[in-house]
């Protein structure tokens, strides 16, 4: 490869990295420093943001509890997805093919478009500002997804896996369990790391239907808008601690993102 | 490939899914058709309108000029970053260490939640205080986002870019390293350009990921709301405002429910309409 050609990731990583710099150089920086003027490192480093953030409970409620109804979705959405993928695979049905082309428009729909009707849906069942109503809202687009994961998975082992485990007597759930989800371990993986991928970062459904008990990160930064002006600090350490949660999840699933874009199917 | 034997019990699996989904989906939606086609004034009172707000919202000027933003937003976007992200797949390395690396970096602006990824480019871009900003002002460049349309938009695009080309990137790359050597060695003996290994060799083995990528870039960037909204909230005048923003604009802001139901009907349909056709297409492609 040409020197010029290697440069090309490395230029892509740079222009990648700009905006994450400036935001955690701008998360070290005081309120005043900022509205100051222009500096390139932080003059007067500070960890006061961070300090607010760990120490204010409304503050880091609103990570745990975006943590805690992306797990819940995650959970749901593989528990749900995991036998109809299975179906899809391996069995022709009636309606099979527009069944999974229904479900695959339910990852087109704009969540501007759901917003409200579902804000009065989870309010008319009782569950509005809960963990799991969230959670819950969210498997409308991770399911389907979830679904086309796995069913490109679930493709790639063949079908005497299933006949052989049948004729040693394994019983469907147990064959389930035991050979057949092992054998797609690896999706499995990328259908959760895409799980928590889209759920962590959708925040319109999530601001929507949370107010004070499940409150969601998203809805706690807007408050450094609203509270003493602007609070350009607090709202730059906030924002660069929401990156690590995703950070940590790609570290795990390296070797598998690739194949997991594609779903499965390369 | 795997021959599928007929069984209608498998409906049997599909079942908790398609409850799920469908209380999530058609609840919402209905509530939609009911708002679409009646006018309220609370009190579960309906009156009926029939076909009154889509002909207002199908006829109105604000309608036409969201939608002709989006198309012009989308049709942007995708002819940056889908060439963009296959010119990088292309520069990667194969194998060694620095594979993973990349694609742990690369992949870290798709993880970063929607409003911090519009904050962070609002800070980034403040023409005062902000890198970017402050750069291409002191380098002579008048450039201010909340002021100036043409600004606005180079900003929004260069957001999009930023944080969705990773994407195109990743899912090329699948594509390639599922290429095996042998042919780039057989090329190599029959002495072929390097246009020509992309021509024959590359671009027909990423061609259905490709598709998958324009697919997925398509319905997001068709959807894009809340990383526009912290950005530049549609402004400056309504110069960036694109269907979600003018959706919710509607819906929230003006509290015109009637309208509001009807254009989402409209754009709803719309992204099916053409997700529809790309889905066909893909699906015969890979029955070939």
Known sequence: MPLYQRLVPVIYILFLMLPIYWLLSMSFKTTNEILGGFSLFPQDFTLENYIEIFTDPTWYRGYLNSITYVLMNTVISITFALPAAYAFSRFRFLGDKHLFFWLLTNRMAPPAVFALPFFQLYAAIDLYDTHIAVALAHCLFNIPLAVWILEGFMSGVPKQLDEMAYIDGYSFPRFFVKIFMPAIASGIGVAAFFCFMYSWVEMLLSKTLTSVAAKSIAATMTRTASTAGYELGLLAAAGALTIIPGAIVIYFVRNYIAKGFSLGRV | ?288
């Open chain 2, 1 to 288: 490939m795997i021959i599928k034997t007929v069984k209608q019990t498998a409906w049997f699996f599909v079942v908790p899914v398609v409850l799920l989904v469908a209380f999530n989906a058609l609840i919402p939606l209905m509530t939609v058709v009911n708002y679409a086609f009646q006018e309220t004034f609370g009190d579960n009172v309906f009156f009926w309108e029939g076909l009154t707000w889509f002909e207002q919202v199908l006829n109105s000027d604000r309608f036409h000029d969201a939608f002709l933003r989006q198309i012009m937003f989308t049709s942007i976007i995708l002819l940056i970053e889908v060439p963009l992200g296959i010119v990088i797949a292309l520069s990667m390395p194969r194998k060694g260490p620095w594979v993973s690396v990349c694609l742990v970096l690369m992949a870290l602006p798709l993880l970063i939640p929607w409003n911090v990824v519009g904050a962070m480019w609002n800070i980034f871009a403040l023409p005062d205080i902000g890198l970017l900003g402050y750069t291409l002002n002191s380098i002579g460049i008048d450039y201010n986002f909340t002021q100036q349309p043409v600004s606005a938009w180079i900003t929004t695009i260069l957001m999009d870019v930023w944080h969705w080309t990773s994407l195109v990137v990743l899912l090329a790359y699948a594509g390639l390293s599922a290429i095996p050597e042998a042919y780039y060695q057989a090329a190599k003996i029959d002495g072929a350009s390097r246009w020509a290994v992309f021509k024959w060799i590359q671009l027909p083995k990423m061609k259905r990921v490709l598709t998958i990528a324009i697919l997925l870039r398509f319905m997001d960037s068709f959807m894009i709301y809340t990383e526009l909204i912290v950005l530049t909230g549609g402004g400056p005048g309504n110069s960036t405002t694109l269907l979600s923003i003018d959706l919710v604009k509607l819906a929230l802001g003006q509290f015109d429910l009637g309208p509001a139901a009807a254009m989402s009907l409209i754009y709803f349909f719309i992204v099916l309409l053409i997700c529809w056709v790309f889905y066909t297409l893909m699906m015969k492609n890979e029955q070939q």
